[in-house]
């Protein structure tokens, strides 16, 4: 203290530190959503590495990382959004009350992050949600600040990877001939009954006969790729023989779940409302997609699982490269983006995932950062996203 400050002075300004210290802790909720066939495993260490990162670089910020439980991917999509509605509701409620900041406050912010068709049912979710306010001047509650997707088909799957799907199919042959010997024992058919185990999914690419019971709805999954079960997001063309073999109704179901890859107009209207959503509400969206590089001869272009927009398009913005160069095919790529072995952009991916949940709290809480300290965060992420988290045993650590 200088000779000019007075004790009063001082005092004050101690009044005003304890003031600051005091500040309750936001609580911040980030709900990950698997997809088509997916399990509570398919993040795998992700939410947890996520999590680590947000603590480390987001003053005055308690995250919880939470995986909606495992649900069955068959019947109506809306069906399944309103479960998860209904589980997020009283979600939120209950750490509202444990805060102390009273059920339905608006206190805990709330982020959503879908993976494939987990991104449909999240994006679902929200525009329900903003659908159900009283009026438009409402707040949003739950009060999300972002929805990001995870190589989500919201304009629907990419072709090539039906194409693709079948040269695998062609590389693994005596698989497939089991596999397909399966399914017209399935509809009817008698065929092989050796098993082929412990060989990558396969795609269907086989011709029904006319006395199967599957060529009575063929014709609807042959009009979105040539595929059995016409995909969806964890696979799309790609079936296991255990999945196959469970039954005529577990195909039928799953093919209701998924036909909504197959409708263009409802797919870009939702792209619309995703994007009118952020503009007057300001909830974040963002959609990373799984992008292989060109690999000739077989494949002179990049690959990517899902259909992108047009680059002139306003949504072509919302939508980000995952780049990929150690998996296979698209197939691998898509299913493994969590998986370090399989991706090598898993950790970019989480740094720009970190970035993007970083500044919707920043924007929730009417801050503008500066780019001096922008970059300061950017780089404590990226020693937070590699270190070894203690209950992972360095599971997905960088070596």
């Given at each position: 203290m200088s000779s000019g400050d007075s004790p009063s002075e001082d005092k004050s300004a101690d009044t005003n530190l304890t003031v600051i210290k005091q500040l309750p802790t936001d609580l911040l909720l980030i709900v990950f959503i698997h997809g088509f066939k997916g399990t509570d495993t398919t993040f795998k260490n992700f939410p947890s590495r996520l999590e680590h990162v947000l603590t480390e670089v987001i003053e005055n910020l308690k995250v919880e990382c939470i995986v909606f439980p495992a649900y069955e991917t068959k019947g109506q999509l809306n069906a399944a959004v309103e479960h998860f509605a209904d589980w997020l509701t009283t979600l939120t409620v209950q750490r509202e009350v444990a805060g102390g900041q009273g059920g339905g406050a608006g206190k805990t912010r709330v982020v959503l992050c879908g993976h494939s068709m987990g991104g449909l049912l999240a994006a679902d979710a929200l525009l329900a949600f903003v659908n159900s306010r009283p009026d438009k001047n409402a707040p949003l509650w739950p009060n999300i600040i972002a929805c990001i997707a995870f190589d989500t088909p919201y304009l629907g799957l990419h072709p090539t990877v039906f194409k693709n799907s079948a040269t695998k199919a062609v590389e693994y042959a005596g698989a497939a001939r089991t596999v397909v010997s399966d399914v017209f024992s399935l509809f009817g058919k008698k065929g092989a009954s050796s098993t082929v185990?412990?060989?990558?999914?396969?795609?269907?690419?086989?011709?029904?006969?006319?006395?199967?019971?599957?060529?009575?709805?063929?014709?609807?999954?042959?009009?979105?790729?040539?595929?059995?079960v016409a995909g969806a997001a964890a696979g799309t063309a790609y079936y296991r023989r255990d999945d196959i073999g469970s039954g005529y109704s577990w195909a039928t179901d799953h093919m209701n779940y998924v036909r909504n890859l197959w409708d263009e107009e409802a797919l870009r209207k939702r792209m619309r409302d995703l994007v009118d959503v952020q503009v007057h509400l300001g909830v974040t969206f963002r959609s990373f997609y799984t992008l292989l590089p060109p690999a000739p001869p077989s494949f002179s272009s990049p690959r990517t699982f899902v259909i992108l927009p047009q680059r002139t398009s306003p949504i072509a913005a919302h939508f980000l490269p995952a780049r990929n160069h150690q998996a296979a095919d698209e197939v691998q790529a898509h299913t493994n983006m969590f998986n370090p072995r399989f991706n090598d952009g898993y950790y970019q991916l989480g740094l720009d995932t970190a970035k993007i949940i970083r500044e919707a709290v920043m924007s929730a809480r009417g801050i503008i950062e500066s780019d001096d300290t922008e970059a300061q965060k950017d780089v404590e992420a990226a020693a937070a996203m590699e270190e070894t988290l203690p209950d992972q045993g360095g599971s997905d650590a960088k070596p």
């Open positions: 185990y412990g060989q990558p999914p396969l795609a269907i690419a086989a011709a029904p006969t006319e006395e199967s019971g599957w060529a009575k709805w063929a014709p609807a999954a042959y009009a979105v790729g040539g595929a059995l």
